[in-house]
């Protein structure tokens, strides 16, 4: 079957320090992958995606890569900022289905 | 380009009563919408997903139903509130393939 699988949180970082969460897929077929953010309150907004293998998303200083041989899309940050404190998840889809697979989100909270 | 529009922003609603939270979609046409729910935690849980008018597809049997009246437009229902049913209800859009689903800003319902 088709799943995603996030790094546990929360995950507390200093501000400027570096972002690493993991993400990890189970699909058949050749999936997309996806990375949303979800600010307090709020509903979940696309950060970025990646249709085949090598691919790289980027947006807002945020990058990941869909490794077919690791089956891994993980999301990294080079210097976070306050501002980037949410939930973050990583989600897939097939061009042939209708659902969307979410990972369990993973908190990140940015201290200054 | 494309929105999305869900109300009520919040509810208060007394277990036994009705419910209806409405989702709108503007500049698009037949588009894939879903219902998710979160509850207490991050996760998302699928609730419904409608691929046209007056068709719904069901992933969680229980005390809510779903409809499509329109092309772009999605309701979410109940005829009797549980506490179980309070969290935050999300709509979301997508068109077929493996485009991105974007989101609505939420209901946060609570059941007293």
């Known amino acids: 079957g088709n799943s995603v699988t996030q790094m546990e949180g929360p995950v507390t970082l200093s501000e400027e320090a570096f972002l690493t969460i993991n993400c990890t897929y189970t699909a058949t077929g050749y999936p997309s992958l996806f990375w949303y953010v979800q600010y307090p309150g709020e509903g979940l907004q696309l950060l970025l995606k990646a249709t085949k293998a090598d691919d790289k998303g980027s947006n807002k200083g945020f990058e990941a890569t869909y490794r077919k041989e690791t089956t891994s899309f993980h999301l990294e940050k080079g210097s976070v900022q306050v501002s980037d404190s949410a939930v973050y998840f990583c989600a897939l889809t097939r061009v042939t289905g209708n659902q969307f697979y979410f990972g369990t989100g993973t908190s990140l909270t940015v201290i200054p | 380009s494309q929105t999305i529009h869900q109300w009520p922003a919040t509810l208060v609603q007394p277990v036994g009563s009705p419910l209806s939270l409405e989702c709108t979609v503007e500049?698009?046409?037949?588009?894939?919408l879903y219902w998710y729910r979160q509850a207490a935690g991050r996760g998302l849980q699928l609730l419904f997903y409608?691929?046209?008018?007056?068709?719904i597809s069901s992933e969680v049997p229980q005390n809510l139903s779903a409809s499509r009246p329109q092309d772009r437009q999605f309701i979410l229902s109940s005829k009797k509130l549980l506490l179980s049913d309070s969290g935050f209800y999300l709509c979301a859009w997508r068109k077929a393939g493996d485009s991105p689903l974007h989101f609505g800003n939420g209901t946060r319902l609570t059941v007293t």
């Open positions: 500049g698009t046409s037949n588009p894939n």
């Open positions: 409608s691929v046209g008018i007056g068709q």
